[in-house]
């Protein structure tokens, strides 16, 4: 039986720190929070691995790594109020829970949602709404975000109508792009119009269900 405990060292040790994030209180949270538990029973023995695990509808649970410096970028000081589009199995909800003053967390697929309901509770988050949805253009009703955090990618880069839901000086994490070469991306808005983008490393991840798509081409 794998010790969960040594291997969630390790990932820290290993994957995370090696990947430049030095965030002390994003490496606490990813320390602290149990991944195994947010793994689907089929592959947990892959729960601390350096690789993104298979969920439902052709999505993906974000490598460890990938998750740290997502954390990292947002550069939450545990005041902000974060939207997370694409709550998944809940891991990157509870790193947030963590580090954010409150979070929304906005899932497409039912079923998914409610075994992350099923693990979030498992560990009493009290700063956190989950909500079923589609939130790829964002959730207004919660809005204006200090942070959001986009778990899937956009082909077609990120709709103006999400940004729009950040707050003077709110960051946005992203990925963008078409195979095999996306972007992961930090938005600042900085006025009523004004953003500025980042790009911060190459990776690969399953566009949001319903984002807009390339059009095929057709002879």
Not at 67 to 94: F, H, N
Not at 163 to 192: D, W, Y
């Amino acid at each position: 039986m794998m010790n969960f405990q040594i291997a969630r060292s390790n990932m820290v040790a290993q994957q995370i720190r090696p990947w430049q994030v030095f965030d002390n209180n994003v490496l606490m949270a990813l320390s602290q929070i149990q991944r195994e538990n947010f793994t689907p029973k089929a592959f947990i023995n892959l729960a601390y691995s350096d690789t993104d695990i298979p969920l439902p509808e052709g999505q993906t649970m974000l490598s460890p790594k990938m998750v740290g410096r997502a954390l990292q970028t947002l550069k939450l000081t545990g005041q902000e109020k974060v939207l997370e589009v694409g709550t998944g199995t809940g891991y990157v909800s509870a790193c947030l829970t963590k580090l954010a003053g409150s979070v929304v967390s906005i899932e497409i697929q039912p079923a998914l949602l409610m075994q992350a309901e099923k693990n979030l509770n498992a560990i009493n988050c009290r700063n956190l709404i989950l909500e079923q949805g589609d939130a790829v253009m964002g959730w207004e009703a919660h809005a204006p975000y200090d942070a959001i955090i986009v778990t899937g990618s956009y082909p077609l880069g990120v709709p103006e109508k999400i940004c729009s839901q950040l707050n003077i000086s709110g960051r946005l994490f992203a990925i963008v792009g078409v195979a095999p070469t996306m972007q992961a991306i930090m938005i600042e808005r900085h006025g009523k119009s004004h953003y500025t983008t980042n790009t911060l490393f190459e990776t690969v991840v399953p566009a949001l269900i319903h984002a807009p798509q390339p059009k095929k081409f057709q002879f």
